[in-house]
């Protein structure tokens, strides 16, 4: 079992920044690929980035790559989602996920564990 909990969210504007956080407890969080997800309101829940445990291999969604960047601290179990340059389409619930698939992976249902979500909200 995996716990997580995300901080951070808020109201920007377009080309500003906001860093989100999720803590992750439970057993063998180390091990596990850590992600976030997204969703805008009418809208599915889709894939924004994740990262192996050891930091050793990022994934990006082609629509954040070079603005957004994941980074997990497994010593103190968080991954941190730094959003940059952020664009009114940017606003969606955010959500952290984990999943015990030991390779890299986009695909919504590979996830198992959640956080509860954080708002983010970009304004022109």
């Known amino acids: 079992q995996v716990r997580l909990v995300e901080s951070g969210g808020g109201l920007v504007q377009a080309g500003g920044s906001l860093r989100l956080s999720c803590a992750a407890s439970g057993r063998a969080v180390s091990s596990v690929y850590l992600a976030w997800f997204r969703q805008a309101p009418g809208q599915e829940r889709d894939f924004v980035g994740s990262?192996?445990?050891?930091?050793?291999?990022?994934d990006y969604t082609d629509s954040v790559e070079g603005r957004f960047t994941i980074s997990r601290d497994d010593a103190k179990n968080t991954v941190d989602l730094q959003m940059n340059s952020l664009k009114t389409e940017d606003t969606a619930v955010y959500y952290c996920?984990?999943?015990?698939?030991?390779?890299?992976?986009?695909?919504?249902?590979?996830?198992?564990?959640w956080g509860q979500g954080t708002q983010v909200t970009v304004s022109s």
């Open positions: 990262i192996s445990y050891g930091s050793t291999s990022t």
């Open positions: 996920a984990a999943t015990p698939v030991p390779f890299r992976t986009r695909v919504r249902s590979n996830y198992i564990y």
